[in-house]
């Protein structure tokens, strides 16, 4: 029983996708630019030719080589994306929690900076310090949104410690004399999750989308391939109006199928935490001792985790009205 509901999480199907696809990025993102099989700021004398055999994306209007752009320009989406969400989550985790927690002058001043992190503008931001240090690259983008992208997940984790910190069981973790940050690491946290993954993950998507969306402007240094630079060379020399689509679909398929797998594993820690959706949309679940439960349209079912089935169970008596009994009075009272 332990072991299997230790490995219920990766034998989520939709955990277990999201994993695989964004395992296939981070792998692209180290090895990319050794399988590339092309420099991808090589030109050739193939120009805007279709995929071949030689070009599995075909090329560009100088002939570069769009598979080989692709590969290597994933090295630095998911460097910004992956170092934004863990340096925003963790100050999220720290800030937030730790206001929740502590309370007293401690919320105050921790929530006092979170609401000036909360009306910075991040791409604006961005875009004047990369214009102001344009060799800071894919680093100095990442840092900025760390940076400023914390605080609304800094107020959520907040509101829900707020909730936490009076249940019985941290109570009691206080009466044996546990300290204040192992019941804050092994007691809250655990009951944080699913809302700090779904904060990483929509910090890893904010960072994606910034990230091309600064390229795809030009904004920055466009001598440095991503997927943003890859459309923004597309759109400059109109791809779309000659018809080479294949200069800009496979780029807009790659920000797809991250964006997928991110969200997948966002799906699968929420049905991992919490038992009600793991059920959901099924008609048919196991309960702990395997047996299978049909769901009735309609009903919540409630399963057990005992493994003996329920033979105690008595049948709710009627419910009995009471009829009123006429009343015969006597005709001297009557009158």
Excluded: C
């Excluded at 805007?48 to 002939?63: D, I, R």
């Excluded at 927690?101 to 919320?107: Q, T």
């Excluded at 604006?124 to 760390?146: H, N």
Aim: glycine share 10%.
């Amino acid at each position: 029983m332990a072991s299997s509901q230790r490995f219920r999480f990766a034998a989520n199907a939709k955990a277990a996708t999201g994993l695989v696809l964004l395992g296939g990025y981070v792998l692209l993102a180290v090895i990319g630019p050794w399988i590339a099989p092309y420099d991808p700021d090589a030109r050739g004398p193939e120009l805007v030719a279709p995929p071949s055999a030689e070009h599995w994306f075909g090329t560009t209007h100088l002939g570069q080589d769009v598979f080989s752009q692709v590969l290597v320009g994933t090295r630095g989406v998911m460097l910004v994306g992956l170092t934004a969400g863990a340096l925003a989550t963790v100050l999220a985790v720290l800030v937030g929690v730790t206001a929740g927690y502590l309370g007293g002058g401690w919320d105050d001043s921790l929530s006092a900076l979170s609401n000036v992190f909360l009306v910075i503008p991040a791409l604006p931001l961005i875009i004047i310090v990369t214009a102001a240090a344009p060799g800071g690259g894919d680093t100095l983008v990442a840092l900025i949104i760390g940076l400023t992208s914390w605080a609304w997940g800094a107020r959520v984790l907040r509101a829900q410690t707020l909730s936490l910190r009076r249940r019985d069981y941290i109570e009691a973790s206080r009466a044996t004399g546990e300290s204040t940050w192992r019941i804050i690491g092994f007691e809250i946290l655990p009951n944080l999750t699913a809302i700090i993954a779904s904060g990483f993950v929509g910090t890893v998507i904010f960072a994606v989308t910034s990230e091309i969306t600064l390229a795809f402007i030009g904004i920055g240094t466009v001598s440095e391939w991503n997927w943003g630079t890859i459309l923004f060379w597309a759109q400059s020399q109109q791809a779309l109006a000659q018809g080479a689509w294949w200069w800009f679909v496979p780029a807009g398929l790659a920000i797809a199928l991250l964006g997928t797998a991110l969200a997948l594993i966002n799906f699968g820690i929420d049905e991992f935490v919490s038992p009600r959706l793991r059920s959901a949309g099924k008609t048919t679940v196991k309960t702990a001792s395997g047996r299978t439960v049909r769901m009735r349209v309609g009903f919540t079912p409630v399963l057990s985790n005992s493994p003996a089935p329920h033979t105690h169970a008595k049948p709710i008596p009627a419910i009995t009205t009471a009829t009123a009994t006429p009343v015969h009075r006597s005709k001297e009272a009557t009158q």
